[in-house]
Every structure is written in C-alpha cells, then in structure tokens.
C-alpha cells in the first residue's frame, strides 16, 4: 500500500532543489574562516567582512544564509555569534573539525556528480582526461576524514579490550588513509604494533598522523597495491578495512578479504567499517546515496548489507560475524579466524 499522502505537495521537492546550497556556502565560510574569527567574537558583517578580507555585501547575505539553516545566530543588535555546532565542528582549528569534507564535495564531488545522467545511461564512472591517479586524489582529503571515523575507531579499540593486551598486538590496517582506525587502537596500549598498507603519496599523510598523536614510533608502512604488496601469513591479530570495501565492488571485496584472512593469526579478528543499507535496499538514505557515489566515481564500487558482507566472510573462512554499535553512520562488522 502506498504511504504517499492523497494531496502530495511539491515543497520538498523545492526544498532539495536548493540541496546543494547549503555544503558550498559552508565551504565557502570554512575557506574564510569565517568560524574561526567568529569563535568568542561576535561581530557584526562589517566587522568580520574587514576580519577576513571579504566585501561587506558577500559576508552579510552569506551569514544571513548562515543563520537561516542554523549554523549562525545573530543578536538583536546584529551581531553575529557561533552556535554550539559550529563552534564543535566548523573551526579549523579544533580536532573535531568536521568541514574538510565538505571541501572535497565542493572541489571533488560535485563536478563529477553534474554528469550523473551519463553516468546513469552509460554505467560508467565520470573520469576527467586529466584526473589523478587515485592515489593522489585520496592523499589530498583522507586527513580531513580522521575526525570522522575517530569516535567509531576509539568505540573498536574498547570493545576489542586492547587496554587489556599483555604482549605485541600486530594490527593490519589495509589501505589505512589517515591511519584513524589502527591510530585510535595504538593510543589505547602501548603493546600495539601497526603495519599501514597504502600507496606511497598517501602513506605520507599516514605517517604524519601518527607522529601527530605520538604513535610513529610503532608504526610501519607497506607502500603499493593493497591487493599486491606482500603480507606475512598468519601473523596478525587485529586488520582493519575502514570504508573501503565500497570503492573495490563485489569480486575484488572477496579477493581482498581472503588476502585478510590469510594475513591473520589463528583467532585474529577483522574490523570493517562500511555504510551498510538494509537487506531490501530501502534505506537507510546514506548508504544508498554513497552506492550513487560510487557509481560516479569508480568502475565497479557500491554499498552492501550487512547479510552480503557476513556471507562472503563465513565462505571465506571467517566465524561469527557481528555488528559492532559505534557512533558513525553504520555500526562496524567484525568476524573472526578460527583457532
């Protein structure tokens, strides 16, 4: 039965026509810092146009916009102020800083998704003649992704108990990106061990990370192909494959996750942080907005379920596959090799 009302009404339809508003004016705020001169300094436009080096008019119908959906408050003498949101998530220079995504959207995404209909027609990913090899496009946002996956990671190290560990835990961190998912384990005990595997240019950026949070010491890194570079058999008790099993579709995900398996030790668990939809594929709206991003930007990639990635996982070998809650937009997989 349909649950569409007897009189539909076309405001949400004019609502999203606007959709893409709100993340470039954000962007376009970030790339001011307009929060940041904001952060215990209410100003007027005027003032923050002169703070930044922006026209007064720009600033003004930007801010008022700003207000509009929340993320500014405005007092009665026009003065404009962080809300508890932006001043948590839009400063730059705060580690929760949420607003990198929002600069690959702008400069990244949306270009691509502009050719959504070829896309769709042709069933091929919207490459430019001079588009970077991927490993130069991950390396220029995956910094900005870490205060995204930090809570969840942080969530895996206490429910995986390494606070507790006695001896080295290895930890595979397979096209490990900032490094967020094996960092947060290594910050909980000292016995962590980690072996980072990514493409050079961004092996960098996960090296960097680590030194930031005091952690380089324990970490080493395996530069190439995630589905080439050589891996010690049976010799870790801890791999991570944090959003990536999207980018690869449904054949390569298999080969990568028995290439996990055999990396493990007897009794090693796998961690898998993916955007899960629900077995019909009816929602929830995210995973099934990231399948569309995958479908423009790469040949075989798309979101599963979680019921698709545990079957893979118990025909490869692994047992017990589980949902583990933490605070993302999905909770975690995690399964084990048997003893």
Request: with cysteine; net charge neutral.
């Amino acid at each position: 039965m349909s649950t569409q009302p007897s009189n539909p009404s076309p405001q949400r339809i004019h609502e999203m026509t606007w959709g893409f508003a709100a993340p470039l004016m954000l962007q376009t705020a970030i790339e001011l810092k307009l929060f940041d001169r904001l952060e215990g300094h209410p100003q007027t436009a005027l003032e923050l146009s002169k703070q930044v080096g922006a026209s007064e008019r720009g600033v003004r119908i930007l801010c008022n916009a700003l207000v509009s959906i929340g993320f500014l408050t405005k007092t009665a003498a026009g003065r404009l102020e962080l809300t508890p949101e932006s001043a948590a998530f839009l400063v730059t220079t705060k580690p929760s800083f949420q607003g990198g995504l929002l600069r690959h959207i702008g400069h990244q995404l949306l270009p691509k998704w502009s050719r959504l209909t070829q896309v769709v027609r042709n069933g091929k990913p919207a490459r430019d003649a001079d588009q970077k090899h991927d490993a130069e496009f991950f390396a220029a946002f995956v910094e900005d992704l870490f205060p995204f996956g930090y809570p969840a990671a942080r969530a895996l190290a206490e429910a995986l108990k390494v606070a507790d560990a006695k001896q080295p835990v290895q930890v595979l961190d397979i096209a490990a990106g900032s490094g967020v998912w094996s960092i947060a384990l290594a910050e909980k005990s000292p016995q962590v061990r980690i072996t980072a595997v990514d493409w050079p240019p961004v092996a960098a950026v996960t090296r960097k990370v680590a030194q930031q949070h005091n952690v380089a010491d324990r970490l080493r890194t395996i530069e190439g192909d995630m589905h080439q570079v050589p891996l010690e058999p049976n010799h870790y008790h801890i791999a991570t494959l944090g959003q990536i099993l999207h980018g690869e579709g449904i054949e390569d995900s298999k080969k990568l996750l028995k290439r996990v398996f055999d990396a493990l030790a007897p009794g090693g668990t796998i961690a898998i942080a993916e955007f899960l939809a629900d077995d019909n594929r009816t929602g929830p709206p995210m995973p099934l907005l990231f399948a569309v991003n995958m479908l423009v930007n790469t040949d075989q990639g798309d979101t599963f379920t979680f019921k698709e990635i545990s079957n893979w996982l118990t025909d490869i070998g692994y047992t017990l596959p589980r949902l583990l809650p933490v605070p993302a937009v999905s909770p975690m997989i995690l399964a084990d090799k048997p003893m």
